[in-house]
């Protein structure tokens, strides 16, 4: 029962993860399309219907930063495509940047610009999305390119090579994006953007896309088709769309590419490693170790695949093992301080940034963390350690009648020392006990030792009651 007590108490603290994901991961990750992944829509629902004659066009949704399972799902994307008869395939991205090395970012730019379906890539639905880093490159190989307003490009670094004589092509506007960003308008205006008679509304809509991409002719002479008009029963013109496929990253895919994201890599090693400290300190192996090693097994995986600091890392576990020092005594002192400044550090300086993004931990993040470390090791665990030690299993009756030495006043309550560990103690009233006075256990009440000095203690309450 205690043990459950115990892992009650860090539970919330796992659940906090729902918390600062609702202020980190959306960040990184975007906004969610209202369309349901997986599924099959008409793209110009409300004025016609589907086109059987047309070609599908396929949207992959993409968020988030570019680590190898993206990739991955980019690449397979294209080639189920390509199988299956598509005339288009449009990513609609949402990106901080890339974690991969550029070798893979190379091949995933070749594959885009050697594709045999026209790719197009839009930045959307929200006007907060925006691509970042070396995912922006993808804007110089693609067929058809477009953003919603207000959102944002740029941050390229130097342009990666294509194999003979393709190379990224970012118009005129490759310069200022290399250090800089450029909104959909300067996007517009520099040619980054294709095709570039783009309306000032942008594109605010997968609709909206397919609509440009209607009649763009490709390097092969292939003309896309992806929308017509046609008159219905009543003589009125109405847009008839081809059907759109949207699809998003896999049960697996998504569980390993959240597991990549600062904010949950640094969470679940944090959990990880206060739970393997919890079950090591209950002298046992159950749940709490079990889900502790997979949490921590995540966290490795998530910081192996960012952009981490490995003296950040180091910070961290010496605050887990300053933390224990103090859990094994069964009370918060001077290392627990040492173990929150070297978690506050490390936490802090966890990540390195990538250009034209900041990777620290938000807030909300550093607050769940910081909250959660300290409940855990301030309050839970020496509580599951004195009560561990306390239990009638290991014998207290030879305490009653021993020496000890008060740690600070105890006037009526405080801190005793018996033998090697120290108690919570409580006295009478009218006999404080002062820093380093000795005294004598003369009952045990729960986990409180009842103390009284060697000399001059007070008759009991109890004892003056009974005559």
């Known amino acids: 029962m205690r043990r459950l007590a115990i892992t009650l108490l860090i539970a919330p603290f796992a659940g906090l993860v729902g918390l600062s994901l609702l202020g980190s991961t959306a960040g990184a990750a975007g906004t969610v399309p209202t369309d349901p992944p997986s599924t099959q829509a008409p793209a110009a629902s409300g004025e016609g219907g589907v ?28 080639d189920e495509s390509e199988a299956s008869g ?34 197009g890539i839009w930045v959307g639905p929200s006007r907060d999305d925006h691509v970042y880093g070396l995912p922006a490159q993808l804007f110089g190989v693609a067929d058809v390119t477009a953003m919603v307003p207000g959102s944002r490009l740029g941050y390229t670094g130097p342009l990666l090579p294509l194999a003979g004589e393709q190379q990224v092509d970012l118009g005129a506007g490759a310069d200022q994006l290399r250090n800089g960003s450029l909104s959909f308008a300067e996007a517009r205006t520099l040619g980054v953007l294709r095709p570039t008679e783009i309306e000032d509304e942008g594109v605010p809509t997968v609709r909206s896309m397919l609509a440009i991409m209607d009649g763009v002719q490709l390097n092969d002479g292939t003309v896309l088709d992806t929308v017509t008009e046609q008159l219905n029963d009543q003589g009125d013109t109405e847009l008839t769309a081809t059907l759109v496929r949207f699809s998003s990253l896999g049960l697996i895919e998504e569980m390993f590419h ?70 094994q005594v069964g009370i918060p002192r001077f290392w627990t301080g040492v173990g929150a400044v070297l978690f506050v550090l490390g936490s802090w300086f966890l990540y390195e940034p990538l250009p034209g993004t900041d990777l620290r931990l938000s807030w909300i993040t550093l607050f769940v963390g910081v909250a959660g470390v300290l409940l855990t090791f301030v309050v839970g665990m020496p509580s599951m350690v004195r009560t561990r030690f306390a239990t009638p299993t290991i014998g207290r009756d030879w305490m009653i009648g021993s020496a000890g030495v008060a740690i600070g006043a105890i006037d009526p309550e405080g801190v005793a020392q018996v033998g090697a560990a120290k108690w919570r103690a409580r006295t009478n009233r009218a006999t404080p006990l002062v820093a380093g006075a000795e005294l004598r256990v003369v009952a045990i009440d729960g986990v409180t030792l009842e103390v009284e000095p060697l000399e001059g203690a007070a008759r009991d309450y109890r004892e003056r009651r009974a005559k």
Do not use: H, N
């Open 258 to 327: 959240t597991i990549a994201s600062p904010p949950m890599a640094f969470l679940f090693f944090v959990i990880g490693c206060c739970l393997l400290i919890f079950e090591f300190f209950t002298a046992g192996v159950g749940v709490a170790g079990f889900v502790g090693a997979v949490l921590a097994i995540f966290g490795c995986f998530g910081f192996s695949a960012l952009p981490t600091r490995p003296a950040a890392i180091a910070l961290l576990v010496l605050a887990m093992l300053a933390f224990a020092i103090d859990v």
């Open 86 to 119: 598509s005339q288009a395939l449009i990513l609609q991205l949402s990106s901080g940047g890339a974690i991969v090395s550029e070798a893979e970012m190379t091949r995933l730019l070749q594959k885009v610009a050697d594709a045999k379906v026209a790719i």
């Open 51 to 78: 086109a059987p004659d047309l070609a599908p066009v396929d949207v992959l949704q993409v968020s988030g930063l570019f680590d190898p399972v993206t990739v991955q799902s980019i690449e397979d994307a294209i």
